[in-house]
């Protein structure tokens, strides 16, 4: 099989792994989709398409070529729509809400400035999800207006402040399985914070939260994602979405993507040769979710 990772970091420790797994039975190849200043049919070159693509990179020009890969039949791990869809945090909010998902309480205006009454400490994150883009905790009128001066243009949404321990819990999915580890929260207090309350791997991960990444998949559509999870008053509360995280440290994740892309590879060959059967992987996180 001939496998191509679209992403400006082959060399990413998930992505190098997952190669390295693969390299010695297939071909395994890297295109970055922000290298040069061309249409996405230049940039792919002359010659047949790989026979999975693996979108690790979520820029404008990467969701552009994933599309056009998508247009001429080739499968796209996760597709450029369930992708896309994830880096409004307004429709995933609206998403996660219509489906039943536990998704923190989420507000959202055109500026920070525009925002309504708020309850302190909040948390105000850019509308849309990107490399180096707005999430901070607010804990006063004042701490918002200085956000307003600092990110007067862009638009937003605001949750509410979940103290929970001052750890937050990563949980990562390929293909079903689940990975999961503490990671010390940003937007706790820095002082006085517990250790994190021991051992999180998978063994410790309870059954149903487990289960809630895995629906997360079905709702929106993704392969290989992350969910942030807090502890909420009642259950946990989910607050982020991310489609094809960077899955560091993660024994057995490197394998499950392998897998994954071999059998979305292999199904596409059986597609094609069948006429053209439609991929699991080309599912769309819009579908309506509400007879779900």
Known sequence: MRICLLTADPGHPLLAATAALLSPRHRVESLDPNRDDLPAAELLGPGPLADVYLLK?????????????????????????????CQDRTDMADLAGRSGLPFAATRTAATIAGLPALDHPSVIKSRHSRRGDLVARVDDAA????????????????????AGT?????????????????????????????DGGGPFGPRELPADRAELARRVGEVFGLDVYGVDLLDGPAEPVIVDINAFPGIRGQAGA???LAALALRVARHGVEARQAGGLRLPAQRDARQDTAGR
């Not at 552009?64 to 791990?77: C, D, F, N, T, Y």
């Not at 701490?143 to 979940?162: H, I, K, N, S």
Request: charged letters at 20%; aromatic letters at 8%.
């Open 166 to 194: 001052g750890w937050d819990q990563k949980l990562w999915v390929v293909a079903g399985q689940v990975f999961c580890a503490r990671r010390r929260s940003e937007l706790s207090e820095p002082a006085g914070a517990p």
């Open 254 to 256: 490197p394998e499950a």
């Open 57 to 85: 990179a979520r820029t404008p020009r990467a969701l552009a070529l994933a599309r056009h890969l998508e247009e001429r039949g080739a499968p796209v791990v996760n597709s450029a729509a369930a992708t896309a869809f």
């Open 143 to 162: 701490g918002l207006r200085a956000l307003a001066e600092a990110w007067p243009d862009e638009p937003v949404v605001a949750q509410p402040y979940l």
